[in-house]
């Protein structure tokens, strides 16, 4: 620029005012208020969930301390089963046409030794026959009310329902059950059992009663039957929170 030039001219700068709601571009954003608002939630959360937690425990530990108290005053002990007999007065399997016919007279025993706790039977008990791994006859025990210190005597005819369909698999494995004119054979008895604690009633636990290695003669063997009050593994299964009155 050359001495006593005039200088240019630039326009005015005009000052804007701006409103917070001409657009939603120039709203303010603020960070600490949500994440103070994610804080409370996540810390509400955790505190139900420590709260149900605490519930949950001390529901455990009232139970467990109620099943202790039950336990001292009752000292309850399972039931026992054990078969008295057991005798084939049919059993015919036909490879021809894969089936299987059988009858067995069985007698099973059941005893209480608990002297303050009974059990109630409140469905019909299912007994099989099982030969070789292979069920070859079912029936029913009816149902009934263990009283304390008692024995029942269980006593049933069993069959297969008439001729029973088998796979050649199966008659393989029942023919390999009999041996010398005696069948190895194990007895099952399956059901539904409550124990009575005075007026108290348990929820209804699942019964199982294995007789395993008992000797029957089959019939025209001229043998005898080892049975003689053979013992039985009895479990209980079932949930210990229910309890009716």
């Known amino acids: 620029m050359s001495a006593g030039s005039t200088p240019p001219r630039f326009p005015p700068i005009k000052s804007r005012a701006y409103?917070?709601?001409a657009s939603p571009l120039h709203t303010f954003y603020h960070p600490e208020a949500e994440s103070g608002s994610k804080a409370r939630k996540r810390g509400l959360l955790c505190t139900l969930l420590l709260?149900?937690?605490?519930?949950?425990?001390?529901v455990i530990l009232f139970a467990a301390l109620f099943l202790a108290?039950?336990?001292?005053?009752?000292?309850?002990?399972?039931?026992?089963?054990?078969?008295s007999s057991l005798s084939i007065k049919e059993l015919a399997v036909s490879a021809a046409s894969a089936s299987i016919n059988s009858r067995f007279g069985v007698t099973v025993t059941a005893r209480n030794p608990n002297s303050k706790l009974r059990f109630e039977y409140d469905t019909p008990l299912r007994v099989s026959v099982v030969v070789g791994g292979v069920d070859?006859?079912?029936?029913?025990?009816?149902?009934?009310?263990?009283?304390t210190k008692h024995t029942t005597v269980l006593r049933e005819t069993i069959r297969?329902?008439?001729?029973?369909q088998v796979t050649g698999e199966e008659v393989r494995a029942v023919r390999a059950g009999v041996s010398k004119?005696?069948?190895?054979?194990?007895?099952?008895?399956?059901?539904?059992?409550?124990?009575?604690?005075?007026?108290?009633r348990s929820p209804a636990m699942v019964l199982q009663v294995r007789c395993k290695g008992l000797k029957a003669a089959v019939p025209g063997s001229h043998k005898s039957s080892g049975v003689g009050g053979s013992k039985c593994e009895v479990k209980f299964r079932g949930k210990v929170l229910r309890w009716t009155v």
């Not at 297969?160 to 029973?164: D, E, N």
């Not at 004119?181 to 108290?200: I, P």
């Open 19 to 21: 409103s917070a709601s």
């Open 51 to 58: 709260w149900l937690t605490v519930a949950l425990v001390v």
């Open 69 to 83: 108290v039950l336990f001292l005053i009752y000292r309850p002990r399972l039931p026992a089963f054990s078969v």
């Open 136 to 147: 070859v006859a079912d029936g029913k025990f009816a149902g009934f009310v263990h009283g």
């Open 160 to 164: 297969s329902g008439g001729k029973r």
């Open 181 to 200: 004119g005696v069948a190895t054979a194990e007895v099952r008895v399956d059901g539904k059992v409550r124990a009575l604690f005075g007026k108290l």
